[in-house]
């Protein structure tokens, strides 16, 4: 179900056609970066530390190398040291540990040889004698008095100090009189509130295969979010300049903001170097969950005043995020997420710290889910406190555009308001709570990113054409750019063909993070194709013996008075003649960004004797600006959606006291399976963005916000007491039902 | 024995008879995708929780990530390259694409696979047979919702083919 403002009526733009690669898909033929094998390749092995955090006194390959098979090692000493303040410092650290591991799985060397077999053999032949640290493990043993160093390279973001510190960022935002606003508060609700380290989950693990050739330059196929950043950043790795590497993208098996970084490539690349042969590295399971990106686990403190007639007059509040061992943006961005409700006096204080576990890696809408679940929560704690509607409640404090964010700049054009009316008038939120379940609502939205996008638009000499971008589709958005193209050209979707191409074959273009491929890669392609129609309405003049400014273009043909139109493959035919080839490439960095909200309502019934919550109903309302193509729109919302459930009730980080993690598999790492969900009804909102010329919001991101509160929320319905503490897993659910 | 001695095994795949040489620690994915090229089974965690290795041996679904290369001697196998019949897709793949039960795509080989072991066995299955049916297939990426409603719609265009 859609629910539009108006806009204008498109052909194309709205429609749902079958991906251009999805055939490929459905038949097993997708290239995946493990599925690639070239001739003469080796397999590497990574050898990983055992510690939470230790010096390295030694390492010693010498036994490794001699053994069968084996044809290069590497470790840190292969690989140039970069200075604390180099931007892939970080980066250069966690794929290649070098005096010091800082968490269990951190890489410390590398061993390239003819079979996996061999390679695994060899790593565990290596000799490293460790000098034990003290272990961190969590926030408030990394913030206390005293705390050992996790990190000695790290300093606090924006500090200007140059100690080392356990502190990434401290972000303190303020206005208005808060102590005023809680004195004269009616009402006010306080609660504390944690959730766990979780992992994204993508099926596919980390692969690459690297070839370096004689003359030095490295042919990379990768899975990845960003080429251009494996390219990046594998360059500044290796003390390369960007020309020596050339990155192709494979199929990517699913990302969610963890594929967003490199852990694998440069490592592939001094393999191949030293041995003179293509190496491939894949990850183990194993490894995806001991050394890549969780989002970090937090806490918070959230009090909320408000007036008896539902006027949320007043927001204080701490929330801290465990990044793990490297500094990280989390806390920045998460106290950017009270910005859902007008809030005229305001305290917040985001702090993000180091602990001795993997370095953290964004996960869709990163920090934003655990500021939501807090916030949220206590409103709706106000709202059953009050004895008001839930959404009522909202709508009353909803921001609008105009109204501040938290930084203080004025919210663009924002459907937050649409989408709590969306759900408010839904079939499911209309129909009677049905008997043994309880009902929640809760919200969310994510900002989105621009960034820089390139795209080329070639007409083929027959009037089809074929649309070149630098995005990888990770969920969709070639037939997003196909759409797109047709819509502006004219022409059927069909014969339109979608390319991601390489580093070497397309203009540079950012990662496919912040929801950001079908709204700022999607502008470069309808800047391509509108210059496209100046040049195909000149050779149209041409053609037909006009002056240019007489031509006009309309569904897929230049018409000019008392002329036959001339269909786009008829201007295409004459191209030689005309003036050659037909192609455009634009570039931009795109601005206007819009933001997404969505609003979530959720029936759960609870298993009193056991603790099980089950979702039994769950609709979500999202406001995607336009949905170009609506079906991946909808599975965005109904995939971030099943993300915040899993976050929800099942998912989290078990580590030992020296931070060995207890469930490194998706056997004890459980991820929602067909069996734990119901369907997930989806409203699509558009209000469109001025910003972009279909109106297009980023919608990957924001379905993972509101989850986690929709569910506690209606939890909280069903039995009287509130859960605050993530994942809401059986034995907790029981506790607090105790307690109550 | 020596990690080098290695088996001779034959047995049909996607209607071929085929034959192969593997080690007996080589799982039947490893085998399938490195010997004999078929790279639609996926890896996504080699220890039978994940469901992207799914292939049909004797008409049955396994995890072929759990699967020694050995024990396929004289089995019939399928995986996802052999579910169309020549250019055309069976009904799951394309009820698949028709509603999208596939973003990034790397679980989808199991799921069809899977999928049809459902309809094979039973034509006309509730959305919660559908639902545990699949339950040993993770999917991050779409919630499972197009899913299932892919594979309903399959159902319905089987039963009135063979009607
Ligand atoms: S790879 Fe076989 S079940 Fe995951
Ligand atoms: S489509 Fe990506 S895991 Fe299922």
Redesign the interface.
């Known amino acids: 179900m859609t629910v539009t403002e108006d806009r204008p009526s498109y052909k194309w733009v709205g429609t749902?056609p079958?991906?251009h690669?999805?055939?490929d898909?459905?038949?097993?033929?997708?290239?995946?970066a493990?599925?690639l094998?070239l001739p003469g390749q080796l397999h590497a092995a990574i050898l990983r530390s055992p510690h939470g955090h230790a010096r390295i006194l030694s390492i010693d390959t010498s036994t490794a190398e001699a053994m069968p098979g084996v044809k290069a090692v590497v470790t840190a000493a292969d690989f140039p040291a970069l200075d604390v303040g180099n931007p892939e410092h970080d980066v250069a650290m966690n794929l290649m540990a070098r005096d010091v591991v800082l968490y269990v799985g951190h890489a410390l060397a590398a061993v390239a040889a003819s079979t996996r077999?061999e390679a695994q053999a060899a790593a565990a032949a290596i000799e490293v004698e460790y000098e034990l640290l003290p272990v961190v493990l969590s926030l408030d043993e990394s913030m206390a008095d005293g705390a050992p160093l996790v990190n000695d390279d790290n300093r606090t973001a924006f500090s200007g100090s140059d100690e080392p510190s356990n502190l990434a960022t401290v972000t303190p935002l303020e206005r208005g009189d808060v102590d005023g606003a809680f004195e004269a508060a009616d009402l006010i609700v306080e609660r504390e509130f944690d959730t766990a380290w979780v992992h994204?989950?993508?099926?596919?693990?980390h692969a690459c295969v690297v070839d370096v050739g004689a003359d030095g330059k490295a042919d990379i196929w990768a899975s990845s979010q960003g080429h251009f950043r494996v390219r990046s950043q594998t360059a500044a790795v290796l003390g390369w300049d960007t020309a020596r590497v050339k990155v192709t993208p494979a199929?990517?098996?699913?990302?969610?903001g963890g594929k967003t970084t490199i852990y694998l490539e440069p490592v592939a690349a001094r393999l191949s170097e030293k041995s003179g042969r293509p190496v491939k590295i894949?990850m183990?399971?194993d490894e995806v969950l001991r050394a890549t990106g969780p989002a970090p686990a937090s806490k918070a403190r959230i009090r909320i005043a408000a007036t008896n007639d539902g006027e949320l007059t007043a927001i204080d509040g701490w929330i801290g995020y465990a990044v793990g061992c490297t500094n990280d943006m989390a806390g920045f961005i998460g106290a950017m997420s009270v910005a859902s409700y007008r809030f005229p006096n305001l305290k917040l204080e985001a702090v993000a710290a180091l602990t001795n576990t993997p370095k953290s890696a964004a996960y869709r809408a990163p920090s934003a889910p655990q500021a939501a679940f807090a916030i949220e929560s206590v409103i709706d704690e106000i709202a059953q406190l009050l004895e008001m509607d839930p959404i009522d409640l909202r709508l009353k404090n909803a921001v609008v555009e105009g109204d501040p964010t938290a930084m203080g700049s004025p919210h663009p054009r924002i459907g937050f308001v649409e989408c709590l009316e969306a759900i408010r008038d839904s079939d499911h939120y209309r129909s009677p709570v049905p008997e043994g379940t309880a009902r929640g609502v809760g919200s969310g939205f994510w900002f989105n990113i621009g960034e820089q996008s390139s795209a080329t638009v070639n007409l083929n000499e027959d009037g089809t054409a074929t649309v070149i971008t630098g995005s990888p589709d990770?969920?969709?958005s070639r037939a997003s750019m196909a759409l797109m193209a047709a819509e502006e050209l004219g022409i059927d979707v069909y014969r339109i063909t979608p390319v991601v191409a390489d580093t070497e074959s397309v203009g540079f273009t950012d990662v496919t993070e912040g929801s950001r491929a079908t709204f700022a890669t999607g502008m470069a392609v309808v800047n391509a194709c509108r210059e496209l129609i100046d040049q195909l309405k000149t050779r149209a003049a041409t053609i037909l013996g006009v002056e240019a400014d007489a031509v006009d273009w309309v569904d897929g043909a230049a018409v000019a008075e008392d002329k036959d139109p001339l269909p786009l493959a008829d201007i295409t035919a004459k191209a030689k003649s005309t003036g050659g080839p037909l192609t455009v490439t634009a570039s931009l960095n795109a601005g206007g960004a819009g933001p997404s909200f969505a609003v979530h309502c959720c029936d759960v019934a609870v298993d009193e004797e056991t603790g099980q919550v089950t979702v039994l109903r769950y609709t979500t309302a999202q406001d995607a600006g336009t949905a170009i193509h609506p079906?991946?729109v909808?599975?965005?919302m109904?995939?971030?959606?099943?993300?915040g459930i899993g976050w929800a009730l099942n998912e989290e980080y078990v580590y030992d006291d020296d931070g060995t993690m207890l469930n490194a598999?998706?056997?004890d790492y459980r991820?929602?399976?067909?069996?734990d969900?119901p369907?997930?009804e989806t409203i699509i909102v558009e209000v469109p963005n001025p910003a972009h010329p279909y109106g297009v919001r980023g919608v990957g991101e924001t379905g993972i916000v509101p989850p986690m509160a929709t569910i506690a929320n209606a939890v909280s319905r069903a039995t009287g007491a509130r859960l605050t503490s993530l994942p809401m897993s059986p034995p907790k659910v029981l506790a607090v039902l105790d307690d109550r | 024995m020596s990690?080098r001695s290695r088996t001779h095994v034959t047995c049909t795949v996607n209607g071929d008879e085929v034959d192969f040489l593997a080690s007996d620690?080589t799982s039947l994915l490893d085998a399938l995708?490195?010997e004999l090229g078929?790279?639609?089974?996926?890896?996504?965690?080699?220890?039978g929780?994940?469901g992207?290795c799914s292939v049909l041996v004797d008409g049955r679904v396994n995890c072929s990530c759990l699967m020694f290369a050995p024990e396929a001697e004289g089995t019939d196998i399928v995986?996802?390259?052999g579910?169309?019949e020549g250019d055309q897709?069976h009904p799951l793949?394309q009820t698949?694409?028709?509603?999208?039960a596939?973003?990034?795509?790397?679980?989808?080989?199991g799921f069809?696979v899977s999928a049809k072991a459902l309809l094979d066995e039973n034509p006309d299955p509730t959305?919660?047979e559908?639902?545990?049916a699949?339950?040993?297939?993770?999917?991050?990426?779409?919630?499972?919702?197009?899913?299932?409603?892919s594979v309903q719609e399959a159902a319905v265009q089987l039963r009135g083919a063979t009607r």
């Open positions: 749902r079958i991906r690669d999805g055939y898909k459905v038949v097993g033929k997708a290239r995946f493990a599925d094998n077999a994204q989950g993508y099926i596919e693990p199929e990517i098996g699913g990302g969610f894949t183990s399971r990770i969920g969709g079906s991946y909808e599975g965005q109904q995939g971030g959606t099943a993300q598999s998706f056997l991820v929602p399976v067909a069996s969900l369907m997930i | 990690k620690d995708r490195d078929l790279t639609g089974a996926k890896e996504g965690c080699g220890t929780d994940c992207a995986t996802v390259e579910i169309a897709l793949q698949f694409l028709e509603g999208a596939l973003q990034c795509g790397i679980c989808t080989p069809l959305e919660t559908i639902r545990y699949l339950a040993g297939n993770l999917c991050r990426c779409t919630g499972y919702d197009k899913i299932v409603r």
